[in-house]
C-alpha cells in the first residue's frame, strides 16, 4: 500500500496519466475519422475571420455556433495553419498540460497538488473528449490568483484581459483584487491589456469587419443566453436547477443572482483573514465554483473549474475535515464528476440528473458550506493541515 501510494504521488505517473488523457480522444477520433464539433469551429474561425465571413452563424461544416471573441481567432492561427490533424493533437496537448501545469506550479503544496491532479483528472479527461477550453480558463484564472499574490500585476491583468476579450469569464480574476498590493495598477495594466487586446484582432482583419464581429458576438451571446434556460446539457448550474424543477420561464435569474453575489462576497468583509494564505486559497474556490454555479452558459465541460474549486476547498482548510466533509467529497465525485460517464447508471443520468442539472447540487451544497466557513472559521495555519483521507 505504501509503495502504490508513492507511485501514485509521483507527478510524473500523474503527467503520464493526463497525457494518456489527451492522446487517447485524439487518437480514436483520428482513427474513426470522427467529427470533432469543438475543434472544427475553433479552427475554422480563424479561415472565417481570414476571409472576411461572418463568425457568429452556424455553418454547414461546424453545426454549431462559435461563442468566443474575435480575438481568439488570431489565438488559433498557429493550429489552423497546421494540417488538420497535427494542430487538433497541439490544440489537445495544450488544453491538458497548460491546466495540470497551472496546478503544479503556482500555490499549492505538493498534497493539494497531488490531490486536486487526481480529483479532477475524471474532469479533465471529459475535456478533452470534445476539445473544450474550459480547463484554459482555469488555468488563466488559477494563474491570475498567483500572479497577483506574487506581485506580478502587470501579468495578472494580461491573463484577465485574455480570459475576458476571448470568453468574458476571464472578468472574475479581478474577485482578487482585494489580494493585490497594487490595486491602482492592477486596475490600470487590466484596462491597458484589455483594450490592447480588442484592438489586434482590428490589426489582423480589419478595423470594420471586427467591430461589425464584436456587436454580432453580443447578439449571439443573448441569443445563446435565452436558448440555454431550459436546453438538456446547457444551464448546468444553480440556475438551471432552480429554473428546470420549477418549469417556470417567467422568472428572472437575478432573483437568485443577486442573494448569490452577496453571499459570494461577504467574506470579503473579513479583512484580516486576507494575510492567510489558506483563506485567500478558499476565496480562489469560491470564485471556480460560483463562476459556475451562476451562469446559465454552465455545460458538464466546465465542471473541471467549478470541482477543482471542490478540490481546493477542501485541502486548504488549516483544521481536521470532519467526516460530513469526506462525504460531501465522495457525493461531487459521484454525482458531478462521474454522472455523465459510461461508469454511471445511464437511465439516472438521462432522466433525473442531466434533465434537472442535479449535477450542480453538490457543488452548490460544497459552495454554501464554503461561504459559511470564509464568514466564520479562523484560517490561521495550524498543525493540523491535512484533511481526513
Not at 507527478?11 to 467529427?35: C, E, K, N, T, Y
Not at 422568472?251 to 442573494?259: A, F, N
Request: charged share 15%; net charge positive; hydrophobic share 50%.
Amino acid at each position: 500500500m505504501k509503495k502504490l501510494k508513492e507511485w501514485l504521488s509521483d507527478f510524473r505517473v500523474i503527467f503520464a496519466g493526463w497525457l494518456i488523457m489527451a492522446l487517447i480522444p485524439w487518437l480514436s477520433r483520428w482513427l474513426r475519422d470522427a467529427f470533432d464539433l469543438d475543434y472544427s469551429i475553433f479552427y475554422h474561425s480563424f479561415w472565417h475571420a481570414w476571409q472576411q465571413m461572418p463568425l457568429y452563424i452556424i455553418y454547414p461544416e461546424d453545426g454549431n455556433y462559435f461563442l468566443y471573441g474575435p480575438l481568439f481567432t488570431v489565438l488559433m492561427a498557429p493550429l489552423a495553419v497546421l494540417p488538420y490533424q497535427m494542430g487538433r493533437l497541439l490544440w489537445m496537448l495544450i488544453i491538458t498540460v497548460v491546466p495540470f501545469w497551472s496546478i503544479r506550479k503556482t500555490c499549492f503544496t505538493r498534497y493539494q497538488q497531488v490531490f486536486i491532479l487526481w480529483f479532477v483528472a475524471a474532469e479533465a479527461y471529459l475535456c478533452t473528449l470534445d476539445s473544450e477550453s474550459n480547463s484554459l480558463i482555469l488555468a488563466i484564472l488559477i494563474f491570475s490568483f498567483y500572479l497577483i499574490d506574487k506581485e506580478e500585476d502587470r501579468w495578472a491583468a494580461l491573463l484577465i484581459a485574455l480570459g475576458t476579450t476571448t470568453k468574458l469569464f476571464g472578468i472574475v480574476g479581478l474577485a482578487f483584487l482585494p489580494f493585490s498590493r497594487h490595486k491602482l495598477k492592477l486596475i490600470g495594466w487590466t484596462a491597458a491589456w484589455t483594450a490592447i487586446l480588442l484592438v489586434l484582432p482590428m490589426l489582423v482583419f480589419g478595423v470594420d469587419y471586427i467591430s461589425q464581429q464584436y456587436l454580432a458576438w453580443y447578439d449571439v451571446l443573448v441569443h445563446k443566453n435565452e436558448l440555454n434556460q431550459f436546453a438538456a446539457g446547457q444551464n448546468v448550474s444553480l440556475l438551471g436547477i432552480v429554473r428546470k424543477v420549477s418549469q417556470c420561464a417567467t422568472y428572472s435569474d437575478l432573483w437568485l443572482m443577486i442573494p448569490g453575489m452577496v453571499l459570494f462576497a461577504l467574506p470579503y468583509l473579513r479583512f484580516k483573514q486576507y494575510q492567510h494564505m489558506a483563506f485567500r486559497q478558499t476565496i480562489l474556490a469560491s470564485v471556480l465554483m460560483f463562476i459556475i454555479l451562476f451562469a446559465t452558459s454552465s455545460e458538464n465541460y466546465g465542471y473541471i473549474i467549478a470541482m477543482t474549486g471542490v478540490a481546493i476547498w477542501y485541502t486548504a482548510a488549516p483544521w481536521k475535515r470532519s467526516k460530513w466533509d469526506v462525504a460531501l467529497m465522495v457525493l461531487a465525485f459521484i454525482l458531478t464528476s462521474m454522472s455523465s460517464s459510461d461508469l454511471f447508471y445511464k437511465p439516472l443520468w438521462r432522466e433525473v440528473i442531466k434533465p434537472y442539472s442535479l449535477k450542480a447540487l453538490p457543488v452548490t451544497i460544497i459552495w454554501l458550506k464554503l461561504t459559511y466557513e470564509l464568514c466564520k472559521r479562523d484560517y490561521e495555519d495550524c498543525n493540523d493541515t491535512h484533511p481526513v483521507l
